[in-house]
């Protein structure tokens, strides 16, 4: 059993520098685009389903209180916070609304939304995508395998950081550590945290 938990750390490891070297200049791209839109006195919205759910949960939750170390709090959103508007929307309109309704609702022209999806298929953030760009909200979209829906829809002004792998834990690592990074790079750009 030692051995496999190695493996997979290695596993892990070899996943994250197959795509390190081309993610890296998108990863900066999109903390820039986080910046200027945080500069601008805009905020970020973040969702995902599953596990990236809980992926958005932790970026939105280093934005609003601190990443490494105390600096103000940020303006970011996590639109799948709110339980009881979550599941009056699912059972009432439609489960392809849960993020679109609160993004037409809350989100403005110059804001970020931060779409986390491995598969990139799933028609909640498709349509979300869909309100934001209806709306001038530009979108970073962290996906994985080929992209799926996600990647034919976005725009030139878009970003998309695709970790091209086919194991769906591998994804979520390189999607949980390229967050990391944004949260690091937006320290840096606005307070100079090292």
């Given at each position: 059993m030692s051995q496999r938990v190695y493996t997979?750390?290695?596993?892990?490891?070899?996943a994250k520098m197959?795509?390190?070297?081309?993610?890296?200049?998108?990863?900066?791209?999109?903390?820039?685009?986080?910046?200027?839109?945080?500069l601008s006195e805009n905020k970020i919205l973040v969702c995902g389903n599953g596990a990236s759910a809980a992926?958005?949960?932790?970026?939105?939750?280093?934005?609003l209180d601190r990443y490494e170390k105390e600096r103000p709090g940020?303006?970011?959103?996590?639109?799948?916070s709110n339980i009881a508007t979550y599941t009056s929307i699912s059972a009432d309109v439609s489960r392809a609304d849960v993020y679109a309704k609160?993004?037409?609702?809350?989100?403005?022209?110059?804001?970020c939304l931060v779409v986390i999806s491995s598969s990139g298929n799933s028609l909640n953030l498709v349509q979300a995508i869909t309100a934001a760009q209806d709306r001038g909200i530009r979108v970073i979209a962290l996906t994985g395998r080929d992209g799926g829906s996600i990647s034919a829809m976005l725009s030139e002004s878009d970003i998309e950081i695709c970790a091209s792998v086919d194991s769906r834990g591998r994804i979520h690592e390189i999607h949980l550590l390229t967050l990391?990074?944004?949260?690091?790079?937006i320290d840096n750009q606005l307070f100079g945290i090292e």
């Amino acid at each position: 059993m030692s051995q496999r938990v190695y493996t997979l750390f290695q596993k892990s490891v070899e996943a994250k520098m197959q795509v390190g070297e081309e993610l890296a200049p998108r990863i900066t791209n999109a903390s820039n685009l986080l910046v200027e839109s945080l500069l601008s006195e805009n905020k970020i919205l973040v969702c995902g389903n599953g596990a990236s759910a809980a992926l958005a949960q932790i970026f939105t939750s280093s934005l609003l209180d601190r990443y490494e170390k105390e600096r103000p709090g940020l303006p970011a959103i996590w639109l799948g916070s709110n339980i009881a508007t979550y599941t009056s929307i699912s059972a009432d309109v439609s489960r392809a609304d849960v993020y679109a309704k609160p993004l037409k609702a809350l989100g403005q022209p110059g804001d970020c939304l931060v779409v986390i999806s491995s598969s990139g298929n799933s028609l909640n953030l498709v349509q979300a995508i869909t309100a934001a760009q209806d709306r001038g909200i530009r979108v970073i979209a962290l996906t994985g395998r080929d992209g799926g829906s996600i990647s034919a829809m976005l725009s030139e002004s878009d970003i998309e950081i695709c970790a091209s792998v086919d194991s769906r834990g591998r994804i979520h690592e390189i999607h949980l550590l390229t967050l990391f990074c944004l949260c690091d790079l937006i320290d840096n750009q606005l307070f100079g945290i090292e």
